[in-house]
């Protein structure tokens, strides 16, 4: 793609596309980093429970093009950046780490991220030295607001998780539930925020159809070896909350259709799903535990298995009730 724009003058416009997932595969590690430094990277902090915001904090400062610098690159021609963006608040500066972006955070914002998961000692030596010499000015920043590199610069987010949630509760409403949008700002930890939604859904009692969608995207802090992602962990948290509720329904699932290293989007649960668990010999318990969400809900059918969508705006969440 940089060869494109070796040649890049004032008189050009440079279209960009950007979508959730580009950190991952649109990766230039900088000058002394390996492919496979930044992969460890990556994997240490998904693994660690850290949000989207703090792992990019991290991966734009082990970039060539992220963090802004691409657009640093296309200077001083137009840019147009069309967004379909995979983060809670549509933070462009965070959507595949934002490569036409400004970027407001710092090597130091990295090293703290790194600490606070207590990974700094366990990333590889490379990408260790280059935030040590970034902390110490030997190497340059990633470009900020002011930078006159974002003069001629427009992001356009055309994509976003608040349209689809708004659709799905169109499509709700149509099916003829009374659908309000509850949240677009889900996050935090996955079984936590199960919890929170199945209680919701424990207090829906409109003597009709009713329906609630939330939309946002959360985290796992993995610390079994099941398989499973934030989607299906959350859905199996509900239905702890949930169990023995009749006409009551919580399902949750990623909108690019895969997650994890799975082939299920997320997961239906409803009051039956514990004690239906419990015939199988099987305690929710435990398996959210060794965050097996995958071994669970697969047993019992309630798996949602789309394949991939190709395209991601967060996950969709929806607690229906027709008591």
Not at 78 to 107: F, N, Q
Not at 180 to 200: D, K, N, P, T
Not at 247 to 266: H, K, N, W, Y
């Amino acid at each position: 793609m940089l060869e494109l724009v070796k040649d890049i003058s004032r008189d050009d416009l440079v279209i960009v596309l950007v979508s959730g997932g580009g950190s991952a595969l649109m990766p230039l590690p900088v000058h002394g980093v390996t492919l496979n430094d930044e992969a460890r990277v990556t994997s240490l902090l998904l693994r660690s429970g850290a949000s989207i915001e703090e792992i990019n904090t991290v991966r734009k400062h082990l970039s060539q093009i992220k963090g802004g610098r691409l657009a640093e690159r296309l200077y001083p021609a137009t840019v147009l950046t069309l967004i379909i963006s995979d983060v809670v608040g549509d933070r462009i500066d965070s959507v595949a780490s934002g490569p036409t972006s400004p970027d407001p955070t710092t090597y130091g914002d990295g090293e703290q991220v790194l600490k606070k998961y207590q990974l700094w000692s366990q990333i590889p030596k490379n990408p260790r030295r280059i935030i040590i010499q970034g902390l110490k000015g030997l190497r340059a920043e990633t470009p900020k607001p002011r930078n006159k590199i974002f003069k001629r610069v427009h992001n356009l987010i055309v994509g976003s998780n608040r349209a689809s949630c708004l659709a799905a509760a169109a499509a709700l409403r149509k099916a003829g539930y009374r659908t309000r949008v509850l949240s677009m700002q889900i996050a935090g930890e996955a079984r936590e925020a199960g919890g929170i939604l199945g209680s919701i859904a424990n207090d829906m009692h409109d003597n009709s159809p009713a329906a609630l969608v939330a939309g946002g995207e959360t985290t796992v802090t993995v610390k079994g070896s099941g398989r499973g992602g934030r989607n299906q962990e959350l859905a199996l948290s509900a239905a702890v909350r949930i169990n023995g509720s009749e006409g009551v329904v919580v399902g949750s699932f990623a909108t690019d259709g895969i997650e994890g290293q799975t082939d299920a989007a997320g997961a239906i649960v409803d009051g039956t799903t514990v004690k239906r668990g419990l015939k199988l010999r099987m305690d929710p318990g435990d398996y959210l535990k060794k965050n097996d969400s995958y071994s669970y809900l697969s047993r019992l059918n309630d798996l949602v298995v789309t394949g991939p969508t190709g395209t991601n705006v967060n996950d969709i969440m929806i607690l229906a009730s027709d008591r």
